[in-house]
């Protein structure tokens, strides 16, 4: 939810929080929803019914700059303005969110929520609304795509998991007590949040399937998938997503885990619209 507050000035500032159910759509489930006028409208209203949340990220936005139709864009900007304000802007980065994570472990003070991106919602607080509403989506991705205080891309991230990944592996080939932890079942201090956890767990089908090549699309799907299983409660993403979240599911429920995940939907088996539903029936 974004609203404004008055500070101890006196003047007025904007502040976000999450309310449940907090939702996350991958881009393909970001356009495809948006772009149906009836499934945007079930979606709007189940948020503003039960007053969850539509979890928005930086490279939500980036990756609809890049669409050759602006129509795409345009149409998602409707549906994030029909749900305003129930919308939070989400640090996506799992390095960012574990590193303030571990500043609130350590005793430490934080500005915000350790998903929180601040600069993404003051980039969206610039926008003007030509209404009485104090806010508004329009022209959010011109906004983002010209903004300097968002990422001008998001190459150079998928490149940093890609070589960590590589590295992890050549580690895994002359260190066989690491091959071991990352074969076994997980485990580690139990925390609110368990970013870190699911970070390692989603990540490790790379290290042991040597046959994958690991690609930027490999990269930015695992970005898509981590930090909103972790803060969200329901989560579009892909077919391949959706499954590897569920064997992590069962891996924490094996080694007696209790990590908070979201419930992951795709695109199969009318998955689209059993994940409208489930947030049309949240139970609050």
């Excluded at 930086?58 to 990756?63: A, G, P, R």
């Excluded at 579009?236 to 094996?254: C, I, N, P, S, T």
């Excluded at 209790?258 to 088996?269: F, H, N, Q, R, T």
Aim: aromatic fraction near 8%; proline fraction near 5%; charge should be neutral.
């Amino acid at each position: 939810m974004v609203r404004f507050i008055l500070d101890n000035a006196g003047s007025p500032r904007a502040e976000q929080f999450t309310t449940a159910p907090a939702v996350y759509l991958d881009h393909w489930a970001l356009r495809q929803i948006s772009e149906d006028a009836g499934m945007a409208a079930r979606l709007a209203t189940a948020l503003h019914n039960r007053g969850g949340t539509l979890m928005v990220s930086w490279l939500n936005l980036i990756e609809f700059s890049n669409v050759s139709d602006e129509s795409q864009a345009r149409a998602a900007e409707a549906l994030i303005e029909a749900i305003l304000p129930h919308v939070f802007f989400l640090e996506v980065n799992p390095f960012t969110v574990i590193a303030n994570e571990n500043t609130l472990l350590k005793g430490g003070s934080a500005p915000a929520a350790p998903h929180a991106d601040r600069e993404f919602l003051q980039t969206f607080v610039y926008l003007r609304p030509q209404s009485v509403k104090p806010f508004t989506a329009r022209n959010l991705f011109m906004a983002a795509a010209s903004s300097d205080q968002l990422p001008p891309s998001f190459e150079a991230l998928a490149d940093t998991i890609i070589e960590r990944t590589e590295a992890l592996r050549q580690t895994m080939d002359s260190d066989t007590a690491f091959e071991r932890r990352v074969r076994r079942l997980p485990s580690g201090p139990m925390i609110q949040r368990g970013t870190r956890y699911i970070l390692r767990e989603l990540a490790r089908p790379f290290l042991i399937d040597r046959g994958i090549r690991v690609t930027r699309n490999h990269a930015i799907d695992l970005v898509h998938a981590v930090v909103p299983v972790a803060y969200c409660d329901f989560v579009l993403l892909d077919k391949h997503w959706e499954e590897q979240v569920e064997r992590m599911r069962v891996r924490f429920a094996d080694a007696r885990m209790d990590i908070p995940l979201a419930k992951v939907y795709s695109g199969k088996a009318r998955g689209v619209d059993r994940f409208i539903s489930a947030v049309e029936t949240y139970d609050i």
